[in-house]
Each structure stands twice: as C-alpha cells, then as structure tokens.
C-alpha cells in the first residue's frame, strides 16, 4: 500500500521549520518531483547548490532513517505517478480485502477526503476564492482528456455566479487563441491529474508569461504546473480501480463555487434572476404548475 504521505507533502509540512541551505535543497527537489531526488546523494547535493551533509539532514527531518530509504519511497512514488491503468487494476486486485467494493470504495475515498482537507491552508483557499470573486479579472477554465469533464463542471457554475469566464475549447490547436486575450492578473483554473498532459504545462507556462495567475487542481504528486500556480489544490485521488477518483476534486470544486457564490451574492442573485427568465423564455425545463 502506498504510503500515508508523500515526499512532498512532507516537505510542505515542515517546510517552514527548514534551515535555509535546506529550503534550497526542499526547492531545487520540488522543482521536477519526484524525478530530482532520484540521482545519487552527491549529484542532488550540487543541483541545489548545497552539502551532502545538508541532504542527509533534511531526509532525517523528513521521517526517513538515511538517503536510500529517501530513494526508495521516491520510487514507489514514480511507479504509483505513472502507472497505467491496467497496473492500477492488477496492483489493487493483487492488495484488495474480501469485502464488497462499495465499502472499499468508499472507505478509500473517505481516507482521501481526511488526508486532503487535512493538508489545505484554509487561508489559501480563501485568497483564491476571494480571487475568483474579483470581476475585475478574467476567469479561464481548462482540463484535460478525463479532467475536462471537472472544468465544465466549474465553468457552467462560475458562468452563473459572475460574468467574465470563458471555457477553454478541448482543441489545443487555437489554445493561443485564448492565450492572446490574457491579461496581467486574469485567472487560469487548471485542472491537471497524473498522466500530466504537455499541453496544459505550456498553456499555463504562455498564460505566466503573461502575467496571469494560475489556481490548479491536481493530485497529491503534483502536476509540473505545480511551479507556475499562485494557488495549488493537491487532492488524493487513489481508489480501488483502474481509473483515479475525482471524489475529493469535485468537494473543493463544489466548495470553492460556494464560497465566490457568498462573496458576489448581491450580483450573482440578480444574475440567476435574469437567467431564470431567459429559461422560462426558451422553454428548456419543463414546469409542473
């Protein structure tokens, strides 16, 4: 079974109690995680500029008796970050209890959902909620090939909730399209889950370039865009199945909607007002009185 915490949530959790020289190493290892710390003890030392004693230390601090057993759950990391899902199926058949799978479900999801809210920075969630709630900024939306479903999700309520949002197109072709009308401070929501796709690192890399600021839902790994976001969302997202669970993504995603809903109330009311009576225009739902 995988390991309660990753590496880094362990280096996020004691980051503030590192020396300096060992932020620097926490930065430099966090900088292309979790493949950076799986070269030799010397070769990560002089990547991050910093001593060998400096990285034996930090491991320490970590929770791991020496560098080798640092390695070694590094790798296990990797095999869970990028396995397919046929490994995923033939890893959980091989591990799985006897009990009925709506309870192992739901237990595994019920652990990812503990594990996750226990993580999140309330503060942080409230600086990229009262982001949201800005009109002043733009709101771009996108996902990706399984993702993409969550971002509509997002879009179709945020649309209600404030005007502004745009939905980018699953075409990555005109992706630069979208790009061209970022503007410093606008917002870019990612979503972007194990498997990472190259095309959503370099949208969101163009969009920084920018000057746009990046609010990213991923999974307790970490996207590459990790680097590029203002606000990260690291949702656990292994359960007894081949495919990942979006469980604990949809509750922030719900949440989040929530509470930008609560900020723009007075706006958002007269909005969905308005859009109740073009509804009733178009007949689109049926009425019973």
Not at 261 to 285: A, G, I, V
Request: proline share 3%; net charge neutral; glycine share 4%.
């Amino acid at each position: 079974m995988d390991s309660p915490t990753t590496i880094l949530e362990r280096i996020q959790g004691k980051f503030e109690s590192l020396t300096r020289a060992e932020r620097q190493l926490a930065n430099s290892l966090l900088d292309n995680y979790p493949v950076s710390g799986l070269s030799s003890i010397t070769a990560v030392a002089h990547n991050a500029g910093v001593s060998t004693p400096t990285v034996a230390r930090m491991v320490q601090k970590l929770g791991f008796k020496g560098y080798p057993q640092f390695q070694a759950s590094l790798r296990h990391e990797l095999e869970a970050k990028y396995s397919s899902p046929i490994e995923k199926h033939d890893h959980w058949a091989e591990s799985a209890p006897v009990s009925h799978i709506l309870n192992r479900f739901t237990d595994a999801v019920i652990q990812n959902l503990r594990q996750t809210l226990s993580q999140i920075d309330p503060e942080m969630f409230d600086a990229a909620c009262a982001m949201l709630a800005d009109e002043k900024r733009s709101i771009n939306v996108v996902g990706g090939r399984i993702t993409q479903s969550l971002a509509d999700y997002f879009f179709k309520h945020m649309q209600v909730v404030r005007p502004r949002v745009v939905h980018i197109s699953s075409n990555t072709n005109i992706w630069t399209h979208y790009v061209l009308d970022m503007k410093a401070d606008d917002i870019l929501v990612t979503f972007d889950i194990r498997r990472y796709e190259n095309t959503i690192l370099k949208l969101a890399t163009m969009a920084r370039e920018r000057g746009v600021q990046i609010i990213l839902f991923t999974d307790q790994w970490g996207s590459p865009v990790s680097k590029l976001a203002t606000h990260r969302f690291n949702c656990r997202i292994e359960v007894p199945s081949a495919w990942d669970s979006s469980v604990v993504t949809m509750l922030l995603v719900e949440t989040m909607i929530a509470a930008v809903q609560e900020h723009t109330w007075s706006e958002t009311k007269d909005r969905m007002k308005t859009l109740e009576n073009l509804f009733d225009q178009t007949r689109l739902f049926r009425k019973f009185t």
